[in-house]
C-alpha cells in the first residue's frame, strides 16, 4: 500500500505571514491537527495544534512558530515508511511532496486506519488460535489448511513461548466454520475463536 492510497488531498494550507488565529480557525472549522505553511507554490513549513497551544499572541504570524523544512514523504513511498517517519520523529503529519509540489498530506490516523483495512480486523473477520505440532512446517500447514477451508489469511503470528507452539491466525471468511474443520482436519487444536470487539 503506497501513501497516495491512503493521503488526504486536496490539502488545506495557510500563508507563513498570516495571523496564527486564522491558522487556529481553520484547524477547528476543518478538524485537523496541522496545516502545511505555503510560500507561494513552495512548501515553508507546517504549523500544528500543539504549536498554536504554545503561542502566547495569536496575532503573530504562523511564520513565528511555525516548523520550517518540515520531514516530508513522497507520494509512491509505502505506507510503512511513513509510519516509521511518524513514529521515529514523534510528528502527527506528513506533508507529501512530488516534484517540490504538494500533493497531500499524510496523518498517524492514515496510517492507522490504512493498518487496520490492511488486518482485516474491520471486515467479516476473527483471530483463530491454534496450536500444532511440528514446528518447521506449521505455518504452512495453517496457510494450506485456512485455503481449504475457502478462508483468506490476512496475517499469521507464532507464539514461540508456548509449547506446543500457538499461532494466531486473522482470517477472513464467510463460514468460519469450514475454516476451523479444516485446521482441525490438518492436526491443528482450534483453542479459541475470537471476533473482532465492535466500533463504536
Do not use: C, N
Amino acid at each position: 500500500m503506497l501513501v497516495r492510497d491512503r493521503m488526504s488531498a486536496p490539502v488545506i494550507t495557510i500563508a507563513p505571514d498570516r495571523p496564527l488565529r486564522e491558522a487556529s480557525r481553520l484547524l477547528l472549522r476543518h478538524r485537523l491537527r496541522q496545516l502545511p505553511v505555503m510560500r507561494g507554490e513552495q512548501l515553508a513549513g507546517i504549523i500544528t495544534h500543539r504549536d498554536l497551544r504554545a503561542a502566547r499572541h495569536l496575532g503573530r504570524s504562523v511564520a513565528t512558530v511555525m516548523t520550517a523544512k518540515p520531514f516530508t514523504i513522497a507520494p509512491d513511498a509505502a505506507i510503512d515508511e511513513a509510519a516509521r517517519l511518524l513514529r521515529t520523529y514523534k510528528i502527527g503529519g506528513l506533508p507529501v511532496v512530488e516534484d517540490k509540489q504538494l500533493r497531500g498530506i499524510i496523518t498517524v490516523a492514515d496510517v492507522l486506519d490504512a493498518f487496520v483495512d490492511w488486518s482485516g480486523v474491520g471486515a467479516s473477520s476473527a483471530r483463530l488460535v491454534v496450536r500444532g505440532r511440528g514446528a518447521r512446517a506449521l505455518e504452512t500447514r495453517a496457510r494450506r489448511a485456512v485455503e481449504r477451508g475457502r478462508g483468506e489469511l490476512r496475517w499469521l503470528y507464532r507464539d514461540a513461548r508456548t509449547r506446543p507452539h500457538q499461532l494466531h491466525l486473522r482470517v477472513i471468511a464467510t463460514r468460519m466454520a469450514d475454516v476451523v474443520a479444516a485446521l482441525e482436519a490438518a492436526g491443528f487444536e482450534v483453542v479459541r475463536v475470537v471476533k473482532p470487539p465492535r466500533a463504536r
